[in-house]
């Protein structure tokens, strides 16, 4: 094992630059590939922020008592679906009217009674903020005798779950392709890295050292180059991120980095393709000599 | 030591090939395989190191069927054999000492026994005052005796030397075969390839001499001068 190390080490120091080339381009390669992971993680936490807002309404009739209500909002809170619960008053409807519908606030300010009903909002969990969803919790809310209308948005509900729908698949494809390119260009950074030393793995063969042996520095030399490239590309993301938001303006859009499983998740992607890469070109090696 | 029973070698372009070689190198012999390039010279020594398989026949070498062993056994025969070639194939990053230590170290020696050894071989072939030369700092002659102190350092039974000589200049080609030939006396086999004659004739050593991949001359079939 210390010879391993020994040897795999000894390749960093001959051939500096060769060895600079691979990280770097293991890095520009994962760099790429977690820049664009980077751009859809946001875009996908700013949809989830849009879904957060689907929100189903049921407007209760006026002079529904309070009992039947919270006996019904028990019930409600019950469903599967179903986060939360509020029950939105007469009196706070027609306060709200007066703060948000800006307009209108002359007419809602000298009116003799209050014109707006009592309403229940409903949030939906995660998972059922779809048009599905809500339509279905509607559809129960209806059966209440005391629930004059329901009304969730149903029209932008259904563009959102098409755009999150269309998302995740482009998403999937452009990432694949992404990590696709990364493959093939540490591939090809290794296997040229072990072309250079074919030489040395003929004597090496010749002096009867076993293929396990011969191929143990390779492996951990591609595997160390893989970290060193993925740890290099966190950083070249970071550095990316941190400029891209200070000129946007911080407060401006609430900007995720990479959560610590997933840069850990990266390093050790970029460990496992330079692994991979070498395992592949000095097996193809070993076979051919 | 090594035995060659009819062994046939086709390649698809037809040179190198071998047709039904038989012979047999017993211990402690030195052999000349002598011939045109292309007479398959160069193919017994890829046979004998496990490099190619013959098409039909066998090869023993040191008790091995050197045909049909599998992946893990061919580096255990590798040990067996000490290979020198015309181009010496040192690594050229590494020491005089560094390079003959690298056949220990990949066989598994035990790190305190390398440095005492190495030192033994390269002290048997001279170049105990180099030890810490690359081989671009030495002279031809100089490189093939690291190469030759490589292939000594495992002690192994057998010397197998393709054109030991052909890159080297008349007096490191004296140097690098009596050094051979004090190996040989030491009771190692040797197997040289050569086209030098001059070499073949001043020693009276076995000739295997072929042609078109024929064993078309064996000195060892020819009674001795001294046995007429």
């Avoid at chain 1, 689907?54 to 919270?70: D, I, K, Y």
């Amino acid at each position: 094992m210390r010879l391993v190390t020994r040897e795999a080490l000894l390749s960093f120091r001959r051939t500096p630059l060769l060895s600079s080339l691979s990280v770097a381009a293991i890095a520009f390669a994962l760099f790429t590939t977690g820049l664009y992971f980077l751009v859809s993680l946001n875009f996908r936490s700013a949809l989830e922020g849009l879904a957060e807002r689907v929100e189903v309404v049921a407007f209760l009739m006026r002079g529904t008592p309070a009992e039947s209500v919270a006996l019904a909002s028990q019930d409600i809170a019950a469903f599967p679906e179903v986060e939360s619960v509020d029950f939105v008053s007469e009196d706070q409807a027609l306060a709200r009217a007066r703060v948000e519908l800006e307009e209108f606030r002359e007419a809602y300010q000298d009116l003799a009674t209050n014109p707006l009903p009592a309403s229940l909002e409903i949030r939906l969990k995660p998972p059922y903020r779809t048009a599905e969803a809500a339509g279905a919790v509607a559809d129960r809310l209806a059966g209440y005798p005391f629930i004059s209308d329901v009304r969730y948005g149903r029209d932008w509900i259904q563009r959102l779950d098409r755009i999150r729908r269309l998302a995740t698949v482009v998403q999937l494809v452009i990432g694949l392709a992404f990590a696709l390119v990364a493959v093939a260009t540490i591939g090809v950074t290794i296997r040229l890295t072990v072309l250079q030393r074919a030489r040395e793995i003929a004597i090496m063969r010749l002096v009867g050292a076993t293929n396990g042996f011969i191929r143990s520095p390779f492996l951990l030399e591609g595997a160390l180059k893989g970290l060193l490239g993925g740890i290099l590309s966190l950083l070249l993301c970071w550095a990316s991120f941190s400029a891209f938001r200070t000129g946007l303006g911080a407060e401006l859009v609430d900007l995720q980095f990479f959560s610590g499983g997933e840069m850990l998740l990266m390093v050790g992607f970029g460990t496992l393709l330079g692994l991979m890469g070498s395992l592949l070109s000095v097996g193809r090696h070993l076979r051919a000599v | 030591m090594i035995r060659f029973a009819h062994v046939t070698k086709t390649y698809p372009s037809g040179t190198g090939a071998l047709r039904n070689v038989s012979f047999h190198v017993p211990k402690g012999q030195f052999v000349f395989l002598t011939g045109h390039s292309g007479a398959g010279k160069s193919t017994i020594l890829s046979l004998i190191s496990a490099h190619e398989a013959p098409t039909s026949g066998e090869v023993r070498v040191a008790g091995l069927n050197v045909h049909t062993l599998g992946a893990g056994e061919v580096p255990k025969l590798r040990r067996r054999l000490g290979i020198v070639f015309q181009d010496f194939r040192l690594l050229e990053y590494r020491t005089a000492e560094e390079n003959v230590a690298f056949a220990l170290e990949v066989t598994g020696v035990p790190a305190r026994l390398i440095p005492g050894r190495v030192t033994r071989a390269l002290t048997k072939v001279g170049l105990a005052g180099k030890a810490r030369a690359y081989p671009h700092e030495m002279s031809g002659g100089e490189q093939q005796r690291v190469a030759i102190a490589r292939a000594l350092v495992n002690d192994p039974p057998i010397i197998l030397a393709d054109e030991p000589t052909g890159n080297l200049d008349e007096r490191a080609t004296k140097g690098v075969f009596q050094l051979l030939r004090d190996i040989n006396a030491g009771g190692t086999s040797v197997i040289m390839a050569t086209h030098n004659l001059d070499l073949v004739r001043e020693a009276d050593y076995r000739v295997l001499e072929l042609k078109q991949g024929e064993v078309v001359y064996d000195s060892a079939d020819e009674p001795r001068e001294e046995e007429l």
